[in-house]
């Protein structure tokens, strides 16, 4: 079935790193994304990594996809006050003549204490 | 500014109300997406339109009516809704729907039915 898991809440303090978890069911998902969202804003897209990779790095953010495992994490290194958000990871259904469709987890919510 | 723009920000309706949600994009997109997110549940999706075909329905109950009249707009009819169906309503857009595009969300209307 389709079922991504996260955990709820994530508190750091600043200029520590965040590492926020994701597990999903799915051996078929081709793309595993992470998205942001700030308070009273849409969903950002902040980086998303192809499932034949093991690792992606993007400046702060660094990707690591354990595929035997179904495990996902996004690792913010020097978190920042403005890093605070809730932080969603999905993934991607490939299929025959639908694909594109997302499959969101809860969302992790990070907290950053100064 | 996203490029999806999404009215109104926030909507308190009556059980008996009738009332529509309006999705814009100017990013040149072929597809658009209906999300809801409530509290403390996944993001679900609900439908999706490509070149103004809707191609999924996630079995979501017809008291919500999509509607794309171009591909620059998106609308969600609201009628005879639930107190259940109180969310964050979440318009997103795409170039396609392969798995590898990646959507942009509007900041969602804040719906409440009293």
């Known amino acids: 079935g389709e079922d991504v898991e996260q955990s709820l809440f994530l508190s750091v303090r600043e200029g520590d790193s965040s590492v926020i978890n994701c597990t999903y069911t799915d051996s078929s998902s081709t793309y595993l994304y992470w998205y942001k969202q700030e308070p009273g804003a849409g969903l950002q897209l902040l980086t998303y990594i192809f499932s034949n990779m093991d690792m992606k790095q993007d400046q702060r953010l660094t990707v690591l996809l354990n595929k035997k495992d179904k495990h996902l994490s996004l690792r913010i290194a020097d978190t920042q006050t403005g890093d605070s958000a809730i932080y969603f990871c999905a993934e991607t259904l490939a299929f025959s003549g639908n694909t594109g469709k997302l499959i969101f987890g809860q969302g992790t919510t990070l907290q950053v204490k100064p | 500014e996203t490029g999806v723009t999404q009215t109104p920000r926030h909507l308190v309706m009556g059980m008996t109300n009738k009332k529509s949600l309006k999705c814009e994009q100017h990013?040149?997109?072929?597809?658009m997406y209906w999300y809801k997110q409530s509290a403390k549940k996944p993001l679900e999706l609900m439908f999706v339109y490509n070149f103004k075909e809707q191609t999924e329905n996630n079995s979501v109950p017809s008291r919500f009516s999509p509607e794309c009249p171009n591909s620059s707009h998106l609308f969600l009819h609201l009628h005879t809704l639930q107190p259940e169906d109180s969310a964050l309503y979440l318009c997103?857009?795409?170039?396609?729907?392969?798995?590898?595009?990646?959507?942009?969300f509007g900041q969602g209307t804040r719906l409440t039915v009293v």
């Open positions: 990013l040149g997109h072929n597809a």
């Open positions: 997103a857009s795409s170039q396609d729907t392969r798995d590898n595009t990646e959507a942009f």
